[in-house]
């Protein structure tokens, strides 16, 4: 069984930075390409970033090109995203997964495991 487990989120002012980790568990980690989600309240889950499984290529959201940035730790079964320049737009409940099919990455269609969440706030 895989589970994802998401930290490092919080509280932060506009312009301020936050660095999300997923530590996942099971031993196939580095064979599996890797996405953040986010869901704000009233919204549907959107696309964020992804990053293949060998870490050389990475695919972000046009909305958090430039100030976020996906990578992965394979000996330590983390991914990670840093966030740099905050805006309070910014504010979701930010999701780990684990893409288990080919196709699009920015789809959720395609991932079948998930982290529980962790909340990132955004004050202005």
């Known amino acids: 069984q895989v589970q994802l487990v998401e930290s490092g989120g919080g509280l932060v002012q506009a312009g301020g930075s936050l660095r999300l980790s997923c530590a996942a568990s099971?031993?196939?980690?580095?064979?599996?390409?890797m996405a953040w989600f986010r869901q704000a309240p009233g919204k549907e889950r959107e696309f964020v970033a992804a990053?293949?499984?060998?870490?050389?290529?990475?695919y972000y959201a046009d909305s958090v090109k430039g100030r976020f940035t996906i990578s992965r730790d394979n000996a330590k079964n983390t991914v990670y995203l840093q966030m740099n320049s905050l805006k309070p737009e910014d504010t979701a409940v930010y999701y780990c997964?684990?893409?288990?099919?080919?196709?699009?990455?920015?789809?959720?269609?395609?991932?079948?495991?998930w982290g529980q969440g962790t909340q990132v706030t955004v004050s202005s």
């Open positions: 997964s684990r893409k288990d099919s080919s196709g699009s990455y920015t789809s959720p269609n395609g991932y079948n495991y």
């Open positions: 099971g031993r196939t980690f580095s064979s599996y390409s």
């Open positions: 990053i293949r499984w060998s870490g050389g290529s990475t």
